[in-house]
């Protein structure tokens, strides 16, 4: 996946639980449970063995106006005990988020009768049946109901439809064991992007070739009414496409220029590894104020979704242009290369994320690199990004006085992406951005022990390069990381990743002074956090005072993020608050601004006028430091490892 935003994630307020707590909390006090009772559920477990034959799936999903996805399946069976699973723990989300709330309409049936399913008392994503004598396939039939009021995956011009989301499977099996033959029926007249290869077409129906379950679920469908397919690697020896579809014509319109640079970053990326793990590979790519934004990565495909002006207001978007550098690094690191807490045998055995900081913190680390060397950023925009991800663990990470990086690995289970009142305290999924700012660490210090013949890009080859062409998953553990950072440069690399990841108040800022760069405040924003803070959902017009006063504001005068033990955080300010007034004037950023600035000079609090629940409240902010906002500038007289790192290869 991508990381959700550099500056935060969105305060949504919880709802209040109070009251079930309480039932729940007498309800155990005076229950009684038995001593003997295990309470575990009755779904077989998975076995590395062939399924006795293929599962068709046909999926209607031309439902463009209520969004409704139909089922039908077709089950080969033997006669007794059968558990069905829709898919809990879903690849790219590290957690289980698999929508079985949205799975509705359920039924079975064998030789046409129809069959009485049960739901297991403890796992919900299970459903249990007794198989009649005489039936040898079950259909299935059932609805997705996919959501209606924001992060659509269908509109009236495009959709984004995931298999995982519209498919059970058996239960005892390896889901590599279980082939699948799937169909699809789009919108009339639409066209699609996807890693699968169609067997044939009637229509607006698609039947693909037969894959294993494995690869159905890493091969989501974009399908558009406006469509385009661009060629990224003409003359490569394995193709790359770019699968567009837009909310309306105009937004397929590519520069030449804009095309050098995405066929550039193929280029950089084969150089980088010096292999490939797909036989093809598609960027399903959509355009489109009214999809939900997305970033997932699978071996041969990944889904891209971002506003509809990408291509249109190229000048304007900087801060999302990482997205498709960083999805297909994945290809290499993350499905090829998975860490083997993180592989499971089908997606109903728990993940273990505790190896994401290589997973999601290396990706975070190359695909801002890859879009610099390929040119899609600038080098100053790549300053300035990494300005920012720096500023947030020089002083807005306070939570590392309790948790480790390692420990930010749970939250795609713990917090799943959830509003946070307090996110700096709380923090979330840093291994992404605190594990990019280590892997920096680890470039420069590869290159100084090496005196500047090895790099991390040494690592990426012999990690992640080899078996080239290969997909089949290659699993990794802590010990291998170390023993291959130790074939580019000996050194105590175990010591090293220990005191990053496993370490409170980790050493994160190192990686800059390594690489002959150090991070300053002013009191200008960069172009880039300009663009950054007008970018799209989640973050549109996100103020950030977070280095001055300690504080974001959202579009709607709300106070978005409080960083704790912060200015703001100890005048009392709360999350979700409102801002009227800012030393008795109306509130606006520029107000803000001014009074910030003001008070580095005559050496007054700022005082802030809340409106919270109800009430009003005014605090005063003592805080003198004037407006501050991070940028790089280089350390003279040391090499200039950062200007390397982001140089195309030759
Ligand atoms: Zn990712």
């Known amino acids: 996946m991508s990381v959700v935003s550099v500056a935060g994630l969105p305060a949504v307020a919880r709802p209040r639980l109070t009251r079930l707590v309480v039932a729940i909390a007498m309800t155990l006090a005076s229950g009684v449970l038995a001593a003997q009772e295990v309470r ?30 139909r089922v039908h399946e077709t089950i080969p069976v033997k006669p007794g005990a059968l558990t069905l699973l829709y898919p809990q723990w879903i690849p790219g989300d590290h957690s289980p988020t698999g929508p079985i709330a949205m799975l509705a309409g359920l039924k079975l049936s064998g030789n046409g009768k129809s069959l009485i399913w049960k739901r297991d008392k403890y796992n919900v994503y299970a459903f249990h049946l007794d198989v009649p004598a005489g039936v040898s396939s079950i259909d299935a039939d059932f609805q997705y109901l996919s959501g209606r009021s924001d992060d659509f995956e269908i509109t009236d011009r495009m959709m984004d439809m995931e298999w995982s989301k519209v498919s059970l499977y058996p239960a005892g099996y390896f889901s590599r064991d279980i082939t699948f033959a799937p169909s699809v029926t789009l919108a009339h007249g639409w066209q699609l992007g996807v890693a699968l290869e169609t067997a044939s077409q009637s229509g607006d129906t698609i039947t693909f070739k037969p894959v294993t379950f494995n690869n159905l679920v890493d091969s989501p469908i974009y399908a558009g009414q406006y469509f385009k397919r661009v060629d990224l690697n003409p003359g490569g020896d394995a193709p790359v496409h770019l699968d567009i579809v837009a909310d309306a014509p105009k937004y397929l319109e590519i520069t030449p220029e804009q095309l050098k640079v995405h066929r550039a970053l193929v280029t950089q990326a084969v150089k980088l590894f ?17 999809m939900g934004g997305n970033g997932t990565e699978h071996h041969q495909s990944s889904e891209d979704g971002l506003g509809a002006d990408y291509f249109t207001a190229w000048s304007d978007n900087a801060p999302e242009r990482d997205l498709l550098a960083h999805e297909y690094t994945h290809s290499w690191n993350g499905k090829f290369r998975r860490p083997a807490d993180l592989w499971t045998p089908n997606f109903n055995v728990p993940m273990g994320d505790s190896l994401l900081w290589v997973y999601e913190g290396q990706t975070q680390y190359w695909g801002f690199v890859l879009t610099a060397r390929a040119g899609i950023w600038t080098p100053q925009q790549f300053f300035d990004a990494l300005a920012m991800v720096a500023a947030n663990y020089d002083r ?14 749970n939250d795609p289970t713990a917090a799943r992406r959830s509003g946070l009142p307090y996110r700096s305290w709380q923090m979330s999924e840093d291994y992404y951005s605190g594990g990019q700012m280590m892997w920096l660490e680890v470039d420069a210090k590869l290159r100084a022990l090496t005196h500047d013949h090895k790099s991390l890009d040494d690592f990426a080859q012999a990690f992640f390069g080899v078996d080239n062409g290969s997909y089949v998953t290659k699993t990794y553990t802590f010990d291998d990381v170390v023993a291959a950072l130790n074939t580019v440069a000996p050194y105590d690399w175990a010591a090293f990743l220990h005191a990053h990841v496993d370490t409170l108040n980790p050493p994160l800022q190192n990686g800059l002074a390594a690489t002959g760069w150090k991070l300053v405040y002013t009191d200008k924003e960069s172009d880039y956090e300009k663009q950054y803070n007008s970018r799209p959902e989640p973050s549109r017009h996100l103020y950030n005072f977070a280095w001055s006063i300690g504080l974001t504001m959202n579009d709607k005068s709300q106070v978005n993020d409080v960083r704790w033990d912060g200015p703001a955080f100890k005048a009392g300010v709360s999350t979700g608050a409102t801002l009227v007034a800012v030393n008795g004037k109306d509130y606006s950023t520029d107000v803000l601004k001014e009074a910030i600035t003001a008070a580095k000079d005559d050496q007054t609090p700022v005082q802030l006028l809340l409106k919270y629940q109800g009430g009003f409240r005014t605090v005063a902010v003592d805080y003198h430091g004037g407006l501050q906002y991070p940028h790089l500038v280089r350390v003279e007289g040391t090499p200039d490892y950062l200007s390397q790192i982001i140089a195309a290869r030759k």
């Open 40 to 69: 575990t559920d009755q779904v077989p477990p998975p076995q590395d063995t062939p399924y006795v034959g293929t599962v068709t799936l046909h999926v209607d999903a031309s439902d463009t106006a209520q969004g409704i996805f």
């Open 396 to 409: 807005n990470r306070e939570g590392f006085q309790w948790r480790t990086l390692e420990d930010t690995t």
């Open 274 to 290: 010096g292999s490939h793990h797909y036989d093809h590979y598609d960027f399903l790519f959509s355009l489109s104020d009214q």
